[in-house]
């Protein structure tokens, strides 16, 4: 069974900080990945997704992410963070398979402050 | 374009009742989705249908259980209640099955409290 871990529960930066958040999956086949982000009072939506090719995939709102295969990451990057980008961050993997159900990591919290 | 609706937004039980959620994808998905997210946890994956069928469930026991209409709407039952199945429920909805990539489109959810 797949699993995902993401390092940090809770992230504090100011505003126009570097933003990295970590994720590491297990499975050992092929997986699609995703981030999704949760912004306070809205629903849950898709940042950016990762099927095949370039491992480094750009989503909304300057958010990047790179699929490390050899170490089973796919961290979310972003270069200068907003008060607007404070949410909470989900990383989900689906083996690409076609009963492969998506696991989610227990989440992130981001908290910019202005 | 209407996006992934879920009926109630609050549902409020008290211990050994049975809850019935429900969640209307958006207009051509098949697949729809449920999860549990408890506090302070991420997303578990409880349910997957697709077709009118399951296909795949999380590790909850028989008491959660659901179904999938011929117009694509599910429900999610929780028999025999129990405090720590407050939550908040949320559906997804997407296009189809199979080995191709399947973003899911999620609802706003219900938030389950069981007193």
């Known amino acids: 069974a797949q699993s995902v871990s993401q390092h940090n529960h809770h992230v504090i930066l100011s505003e126009a900080a570097s933003l990295e958040l970590g994720c590491n999956y297990s499975?050992?086949?092929?997986?699609?990945l995703f981030w999704y982000v949760q912004y306070p009072g809205q629903h849950l939506q898709l940042l950016l997704k990762y099927f095949s090719g370039d491992p480094l995939v750009k989503g909304i709102k300057g958010f990047e992410a790179e699929f490390i295969k050899s170490k089973f990451s796919f961290n979310l990057r972003k270069p200068s963070v907003q008060w607007s980008d404070t949410a909470e961050y989900f990383c989900a993997v689906k083996p690409n398979t076609n009963a492969g159900k998506s696991t989610f990591g227990d989440g992130t919290t981001l908290t910019v402050k202005p | 374009e209407a996006g992934v609706t879920q009926s109630p937004t609050h549902l409020i039980k008290t211990r050994g009742q049975q809850a019935t959620l429900r969640c209307s994808p958006i207009s051509g998905h098949t697949s729809v989705y449920w999860y549990q997210q408890a506090l302070g946890l991420g997303l578990q994956f409880l349910l997957w249908?697709?077709?009118?069928?399951?296909?795949n469930r999380g590790n909850f026991p028989p008491r959660f259980s659901g179904r999938q209409f011929p117009n694509y709407s599910s429900e999610l039952n929780v028999n025999a209640l129990e405090l720590e199945d407050s939550a908040l429920y949320l559906c997804?909805?997407?296009?189809?099955?199979?080995?191709?990539?399947?973003?899911?489109?999620f609802g706003p959810g219900t938030r389950l409290t069981v007193l």
């Open positions: 499975y050992g086949g092929t997986v699609n």
């Open positions: 249908y697709d077709e009118g069928e399951e296909r």
């Open positions: 997804a909805s997407s296009v189809h099955t199979g080995s191709s990539y399947n973003e899911q489109f």
